[in-house]
């Protein structure tokens, strides 16, 4: 079955930064985009990045672009999403997500649980 399983959130201070792994397993990895996600309470879930398959395409959402990038290693089944000078407002449960294709167009599916993000000082 397709698992993705988010980890690497914390309590942080704002402007400091932080690093999201995303494991991946029971699908080709090799063969799907994954688009990182967040959720703060109360709010409507927003897309934060895109990697296509090859891991030659990266899109990022308005509201963090210039402060994540997006990364993954198909040898391993793992995404990374690295975010700096973070702020309150990015307080939010992040998830990863599967695509349907190798890019990052049309639907996704299958995220996992999600791992907290708490900016605060």
């Known amino acids: 079955q397709v698992q993705l399983v988010e980890s690497g959130g914390d309590l942080v201070q704002p402007g400091e930064s932080l690093k999201l792994s995303c494991a991946a397993s029971g699908f080709p990895f090799e063969n799907h985009g994954i688009h990182w996600f967040r959720q703060a309470p109360r709010k409507e879930r927003e897309g934060v990045a895109c990697i296509t398959s090859d891991n030659m395409t990266k899109i990022y959402g308005d509201s963090m672009k210039g402060r994540v990038t997006i990364s993954r290693d198909n040898a391993k089944n793992m995404a990374y999403l690295e975010m700096k000078n973070l702020e309150p407002e990015d307080t939010a449960v992040y998830y990863c997500?599967?695509?349907?294709?190798?890019?990052?167009?049309?639907?996704?599916?299958?995220w996992g649980q999600g791992t907290q993000v708490t900016v605060s000082s």
């Open positions: 997500a599967r695509r349907l294709s190798n890019s990052c167009a049309g639907a996704y599916r299958n």
